[in-house]
Each structure stands twice: as structure tokens, then as C-alpha cells.
């Protein structure tokens, strides 16, 4: 046979949580919290199980838990999502945006994607044939040039994957960037993949920029989403989607037939805790004060940084320590160092090196304190 994928190798963040593993180091590489989950969200997934949610979950979701999604966005952002008709739970925000992708993108297909860019956008375009036409970003601000992406629209742009909070870098879109892409989509067939799985991880009173802010961005967008990031279990692999009804109505003919549906009792266990709003408006907070505690621990070392303003990732600068280059000095800080990062040139186009790597700041704060010792080591 001849590979769909013949470029496509392990994913980084296998590579790097296996190299921690390995050398026992301080695992700040793949995003994920070091901490339990609620106990009370735990309990309520249990109880769903005693309570015989243990059978097939409607092919589009637990209603409780469609219901709880669409209450989250008339509270949080005051727009109208329609239970039945406009919202799937997923297997995590990863199949979500797989399916998204299955569903519109064939081959010869154009799609944008900034870089860096996680990386499961990628393949998933080039599995279905599509062309990822990349819109590189650059350290330290990862600003976006609105003129060079009106540049990569051509009659073949089917679709334009957008990340904000943003994975690797932690930066944010403003207001501004959401109306550029508004003006730039506007009379035109285009879907938005808006990949929001950092909505509630936001600094210093910034607001999330959701696509369903703007009406006509939210005519043509979906959004994908995360409760592993929301509620601190990325082992539990639930999410979901958002998109109005014509665009959902192809989502589910490729969503029955790929999953069908999922875990039926962490869906009514989440459903439930969500009754209550502040398991997820009191997550910036949560956030933030990991997010101050790092960096203030990690002042006085040797790398510079800009603070994240969202996500649960910070981005270190290393080059006043060293020329080397980041996959390289990435795995000697693990070998030798004893903690694990991310790379960023594996997420960008022709792996451009700014020599800088990624931390998870999703972790303990005994954790943080260690890390930080070590970091103002090197
Ligand atoms: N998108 C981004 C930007 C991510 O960082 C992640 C990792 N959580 C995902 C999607 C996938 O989310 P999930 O683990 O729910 O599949
Ligand atoms: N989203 C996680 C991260 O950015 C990784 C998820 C995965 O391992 N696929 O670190």
C-alpha cells in the first residue's frame, strides 16, 4: 500500500511524556494537570454508573449534558446554541475536530492553519486529500497579519482552522482579529474550525474571543471543545461541538458512523456538576494563580518570557543559554535537567526554530516549586 500519511511521525507529546518517563524527570511537556480531579465531579460520574447510565448514549449526546453546554453559552458568551439540533458530545475536542474535517474537506481542498499549530489539524486535512496552506506566526507575540492571510484565500479555501486561547503559545486573539476574519469570510462559502478547548483558561480580566461572539462568524463556524481541559481529566476523552444546525446536520451523518456516541456516564456525571456555574466561571482564577506562581518562582532564572494570556501552557525563551536548537536542548533538559518540555519548532512551518519551549503550568503547586528550582538551575 502506499502511506496516506508517509510524513506523519509520533507525536511529540508521546515522545516527550515517554523521554520523562524514562528519566524520571518533571513531566511539564504533554498538557495535563498533575492534581485529582473534583472529588464531587468523581462521585457523580460514579453515581451516574449506579444509576444505569450504562447503556448508549443518544447518538448526539446525554441530553442533561447538551442542555448544561447550551446553558454554559447563554451565560458565558449570551448566544443561543440549539440542544437537539446544534450541539454533539465527542470522544475529547480531538475527534471532534477529526470529524469536522472528515465531513467537509476533500481532495484538493485548501485549508489555512496558523503555525504553530497543534498538531492533530494537519493530518486530519491530509487523510481526506485536502492541502494545508500554512499562515506561520512568529515568537514572541504570534500576531497575525491579516493581509498575509487575505493572501492564502483562494476559490479552493474550504475551511480556516483557528486556535485561541492558543496552543503552543499562549496567546489570545482580540476583538479586532475576530472582526478581521469576519470581513475576510464574509460572502464567501468558508467554515471556520474554531478550536476554543482554552476558553475558560484566560489572564488579567481578558475576554475569550468565541467565533459565536460574531453573528456571521457563527453562521459559518463550529467550535470544539475539551472537558479533559475544562474539569482537569484529559484521560476521560469528552468534548463536543457547536455549529448551527445546517452545518451539525453533516457533522452527525460522519459522527454516527465513526463513534456513534460515547461514555455515557462521565457525560451524565459532567451534565450534572455543570448545574453548577462556577465549576467552570471560577477557572481563570484557578489558572491564573498557577500561571503568577510560576512565573514569579521563575523571575530571577535565565529565561525570558512574555506571561501567557491563556491556555495552561507558558512559552520559555532559552536563547540567552544557549544556540542549541529546541528538539535538541528540549531533551537534554530532560536527560540531564530532569524536566520536560515542549519544543515549538515541531509545530511550525519548515520547523522554524525560535528557540523557545513550551511549559504546562496545570500542575501542583510542590510541582511548580521544583520546576522552578530547576529551572533557575540552568
Ligand atoms: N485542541 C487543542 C488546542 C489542544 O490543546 C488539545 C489537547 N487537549 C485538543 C484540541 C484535544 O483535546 P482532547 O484531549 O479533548 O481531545
Ligand atoms: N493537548 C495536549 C498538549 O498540548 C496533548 C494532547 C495529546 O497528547 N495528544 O499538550
Known amino acids: 500500500f502506499t502511506s496516506k500519511l508517509p510524513h506523519t511521525e509520533t507525536t511529540i507529546f508521546t515522545t516527550m511524556s515517554a ?107 491530509k487523510v481526506q486529500g485536502g492541502t494545508v496552506v500554512p499562515v506561520q506566526l512568529t515568537a514572541p507575540d504570534y500576531k497575525v497579519n491579516w493581509e498575509t492571510v487575505a493572501s492564502k484565500i483562494s476559490d479552493k479555501t474550504k475551511m480556516i482552522i483557528i486556535n485561541t486561547p492558543h496552543n503552543p503559545s499562549g496567546t489570545i486573539w482580540s476583538e479586532s482579529d475576530m472582526l478581521q476574519l469576519q470581513k475576510l469570510t464574509a460572502n464567501t462559502d468558508i467554515i471556520v474550525l474554531s478550536d476554543e478547548v482554552y476558553e475558560h483558561i484566560v489572564f488579567d480580566d481578558a475576554q475569550h474571543q468565541s467565533v459565536c461572539l460574531f453573528q456571521d462568524l457563527k453562521q459559518r463556524s463550529f467550535i470544539t471543545a475539551s472537558f479533559g481541559k475544562t474539569f482537569h481529566n484529559t484521560g476521560w476523552k469528552v468534548g463536543y461541538c457547536c455549529a448551527p444546525d445546517y452545518l451539525m446536520a453533516e457533522f452527525r451523518k460522519v459522527h454516527q458512523y465513526n463513534v456513534f456516541s460515547v461514555h455515557h456516564p462521565t457525560q451524565k456525571g459532567i ?108
Request: contains cysteine.
Open 19 to 125: 523521554l520523562a518517563k524514562d528519566y524520571q524527570a518533571l513531566n511539564l511537556s504533554q498538557g495535563f494537570p498533575n492534581y485529582p480531579s473534583d472529588q464531587r465531579l468523581i462521585d457523580l460520574v460514579s453515581a451516574a454508573m449506579n444509576n444505569g447510565y450504562n447503556q448508549y448514549a443518544p447518538m448526539a449526546g446525554n441530553l442533561d449534558l447538551r442542555l448544561a453546554i447550551a446553558h454554559k453559552y447563554d451565560v458565558l458568551y449570551k448566544q443561543h446554541y440549539h440542544p437537539e439540533k446544534e450541539i454533539t458530545v465527542t470522544a475529547g475536542a480531538t475527534q471532534a475536530i477529526f470529524t469536522v474535517i472528515s465531513a467537509f474537506i476533500k481532495s484538493g481542498d485548501e485549508v489555512v492553519v496558523f503555525k504553530p499549530a497543534y498538531d492533530c489539524y494537519e493530518p486530519a486535512v
Open 271 to 378: 451534565a450534572d456538576y455543570m448545574q453548577d456555574e462556577n465549576t467552570y466561571l471560577s477557572l481563570p482564577t484557578f489558572f491564573q494563580r498557577k500561571r503568577d506562581l510560576f512565573l514569579n518562582l521563575i523571575s530571577e532564572s535565565r529565561f525570558q518570557f512574555q506571561p501567557a494570556q491563556g491556555t495552561y501552557f507558558q512559552v520559555l525563551d532559552y536563547s540567552a543559554i544557549t544556540d542549541q536548537g529546541d528538539v535538541e536542548f528540549a531533551k537534554h533538559l530532560t536527560k540531564v535537567f530532569k524536566i520536560a518540555s515542549i519544543p515549538l519548532s515541531v509545530f511550525n512551518l519548515n520547523q522554524q526554530d525560535d528557540q523557545v519551549l513550551r511549559f504546562c503550568f496545570a500542575k501542583t503547586d510542590d510541582t511548580l516549586l521544583k520546576a522552578a528550582e530547576i529551572l533557575k538551575s540552568i
